[in-house]
């Protein structure tokens, strides 16, 4: 749209026709449209990430109109007038105050020199600044700067309008004025970048790695990972693109990517690169809900892993314990709690990744969301030693979780009990919603 504006507000030039002003305007957006060629061409290689498989036109337009993603502009989302306020927080952390003044000030100046120029930036900025404001924004995301790196290069740009007019101008007062403020700016980005390097800098973090090993330290080869935490799939991802690390384990999210065509790309991807998963695709595209049938079946001829999520899938009485997810089991006899590896498999973690949870807020959430529904999960199998020994481990890696915790330590002391007591324990977890615990 802003390139429609300076196309368009072109003076006419002779013989210049209106379906000649069209061709050159397709001219112009072609080498852009054809960015999006790389999506099909690379679908067509099986990568091991294919969201939405855009092989097909229809796919193709599907995923460059994130019709996936376009259910986050709902009611859900926090008031636009509070995402805004965050918006500039995010653009004054990343740039700086001074440039956000001296882009004000060029804006102004550019308004008076080229007001279609002056247009076009704004409808620029407030489209880019419109595609994440209408939606949910979380700071700590560092995905969510990605967003606003158009508004970014064009508040850089207008700040250098304000400053090359300070430069120019025939004061000489203003003149210093400019490159005062010049040196300013620079100092003041400068700074805030070396404060917040150790934040931004990632080149030495082997948090995701860690994890992964430790959560794959006891699955058998072959084996299909069903993850539902996004960082620990994409920590997967990245563990065996990137690394190499356990090729043999497939990993899968839970949610199967419904909110593509009802999770068809996916089936259709998944069944090419692995027939054996046929029982499972089969029994996913026949509903809407998750294919438990097909996973117990194909859970008799191949491992199949867990996560221990709160929404759990599965019935409690077909897992069981493996290095922090959980097995599917036939559930013909009883299942040993495990809690000794358990214990074990904790002290590994804090031991190995204890350096980053005290740096890495992002590492000390996922493990402590993870451990804290595998809390459930043991609560609802009745195995009080575990469920103590999950609180304890996310109380030592992550302190400031302590409301999550005050909210499950009533039923592991319930179930802690003898005789009536563990009995109303074990009915009080039976009636319990933990699907609310996070909210």
């Known amino acids: 749209p802003a390139l429609l504006v300076l196309l368009m507000a072109r003076p006419p030039e002779a013989n210049d026709s ?30 091991l990430i294919n969201y939405g498989d855009p092989r097909t036109l229809g796919r193709l337009w599907d995923l460059v109109s994130a019709q996936a993603f376009q259910s986050s502009v709902t009611e859900s989302s926090s008031p636009i007038s509070e995402n805004i306020v965050v918006a500039i927080e995010m653009l004054h952390d990343a740039i700086g105050a001074p440039i956000l003044l001296l882009a004000l000030v060029g804006a102004y100046l550019l308004s008076i020199r080229s ?37 970014l290069a064009l508040i850089a740009a207008l700040a250098g309008v304000a400053l090359v007019w300070t430069l120019e101008h025939s004061s000489s007062v203003v003149r210093l004025t400019g490159v005062s403020l010049m040196g300013f700016a620079a100092l003041w980005a400068g700074t805030a970048s070396l404060l917040s390097f150790q934040q931004i800098d990632h080149s030495t973090e082997t948090t995701p ?18 993850t539902s935490n996004t960082f620990l799939h994409f920590n997967r991802l990245a563990h065996q693109a990137v690394d190499g690390y356990r090729p043999d384990v497939l990993a899968v999210h839970q949610g199967l990517e419904r909110n593509v065509e009802n ?58 314990y493996a290095g922090g997810y959980m097995r599917v089991v036939s559930g013909d006899g009883p299942i040993s709690e495990r809690s000794e590896a358990q214990a074990l498999d904790e002290a590994r973690i804090r031991v190995a990744a204890s350096d980053a949870f005290n740096r890495r807020r992002e590492a000390r959430t996922v493990h402590a969301i993870l451990w804290l529904q595998l809390t459930v999960l043991r609560l609802q199998r009745g ?45 009080r977890v039976r009636r319990a919603d933990f699907t609310r615990l996070f909210e």
């Open 115 to 151: 007001p279609v120029l002056e247009t076009a930036c704004a409808v620029a900025l407030v489209g880019n600044l419109a595609s994440k404001v209408s939606m949910v924004i979380d700071p700590s995301n560092p995905d969510a700067y990605g967003y606003f790196q158009m508004s």
């Open 18 to 47: 209106r379906s000649g002003r069209l061709a050159r305007a397709v001219a112009w957006a072609l080498p852009a449209a054809l960015l999006y060629a790389v999506l099909p061409l690379r679908a067509m290689t099986d990568p």
């Open 263 to 320: 999770g068809a790309p996916l089936r259709e991807i998944l069944l090419a690169r692995d027939p054996g998963l046929a029982p499972l695709l089969q029994a996913a595209s026949e509903g809407a809900q998750f294919p438990r049938s097909g996973a117990l079946e194909l859970a008799q001829t191949r491992p199949i892993m867990v996560e221990p999520s709160v929404s759990q899938p599965f019935d409690v009485a077909d897992l069981s």
């Open 383 to 427: 195995e009080a030693a575990s469920a103590r020994s999950a609180l304890d481990h996310v109380l030592a890696i992550a302190p400031t979780s302590s409301r999550y915790i005050d909210r499950l330590r009533p039923f592991v002391e319930d179930l802690e009990a003898n005789g009536a007591s563990r009995a109303l324990g074990e009915e």
């Open 209 to 226: 790695m860690m994890t992964d090993m430790a959560l794959l330290r006891d699955t058998p080869p072959n084996a299909l990972w069903l």
